[in-house]
């Protein structure tokens, strides 16, 4: 996935301008966006729009942002949308592994009770919005089958901590943003999930935007998530693959497919290991090859 596109659930006209953005996935939030007394209908509207939308040809992929699970709304909101199978629960706030075992097994009971196969439901948490998180990062190595990739937020966290800002003046992280930032990127590599970095909140900023996508993509990052429709071309340029590194990773894969116990090729003049393998394998697979 290359961007994920938040939606307020009890927006109809989000909703629907969401899933004509182009983004790769749509991200159906039922936390911050959502105000307390529209919660109930934000539940109701996500279920009917996860039923109408996963029979489309070319839906994007459905993930469903339910509330934290210190906030005793988590199993209502499971309730509503387990039984229309998203493809994801976005987990905010979690604080490590053993968190996304506890929502994997409410997600297990419901995918029961409604004849949906065991572990089709995936889970994608948000793991730096706490200072207490922060300590956590390991161990969602191994913590779950469900566990698609991982992301981190810098807004939570900011109230956390009680940081003025969380940027500096021309925009990059101020330090302990930036080091959230990069541990995460090592927690996923170490649970073997993508990387997805964070929204950028200044949607007409598409300068900023397209050079911190950038940036992002130069560190590992997989994809981004976006806070408006308008962010989502840029992103999804910038996290796609150009048709040369599409070839020059075919052109790997088939050099150690043809020498399959060799350690290290050279190709067009340089030497390529085990690691420009994985790597380019890994690029085929985000270009869907």
């Known amino acids: 996935m290359r961007s994920l596109l938040f939606v307020p659930a009890d927006s109809a006209r989000k909703l629907e301008k969401g899933l004509q953005s182009g983004a790769d996935a749509l991200i ?13 209908k934000a539940r109701e509207m996500a279920a009917a729009f996860l039923r109408e939308t996963r029979a489309l040809p070319s839906a994007p992929r459905l ?14 909101d499971l309730d509503a949308v387990v039984r229309e199978k998203p493809h994801a629960i976005m987990l905010p706030k979690a604080c490590g592994g053993p968190d996304v075992q506890h929502i994997g097994i409410k997600i297990a009971v419901r ?21 207490r998180a922060m300590f956590e990062l390991a161990s969602y190595r191994g913590a779950s089958h469900r566990l698609m990739a991982m992301t981190w937020g810098a ?13 500096l003046d021309h925009g990059d992280y101020t330090p302990p943003f930036a080091l959230a ?13 993508d990387a997805i970095d964070t929204i950028f909140a200044n949607f007409r900023d598409s300068s900023t935007l397209q050079r ?15 806070i408006h ?8 340029e910038v996290f796609s693959p150009a048709p040369e590194e599409i070839a020059n990773a075919q052109k790997i894969v088939a050099a150690f497919a043809t020498n399959p116990q060799a350690g290290v090729l050279a190709i067009d003049g340089a030497m390529i290991d085990r690691p420009h393998l994985v790597k380019a394998q890994r690029l085929l697979a985000r270009a869907g090859l």
């Open 111 to 131: 995918e029961a009770e409604n004849d949906i196969e065991d572990g089709a439901i995936r889970i994608l948490p948000i793991v730096t919005e706490t200072a």
């Open 155 to 167: 807004e939570d966290l900011a109230t956390d901590i009680g940081a003025e800002t969380n940027r």
């Open 181 to 193: 930032r990069n541990l995460m990127l090592f927690a996923a590599a170490s649970a073997g999930v």
């Open 212 to 226: 911190e996508c950038i940036a992002a993509r130069r560190d590992g990052f997989a994809g981004k998530m976006a």
């Open 229 to 236: 429709p308008d962010q989502v071309a840029i992103i999804n």
């Open 28 to 40: 159906l939030d039922l936390e911050d966006s959502v105000a307390a007394d529209a919660k109930p």
């Open 63 to 76: 993930i469903v942002r339910v509330n934290a699970l210190d906030t005793g709304l988590t199993e209502a």
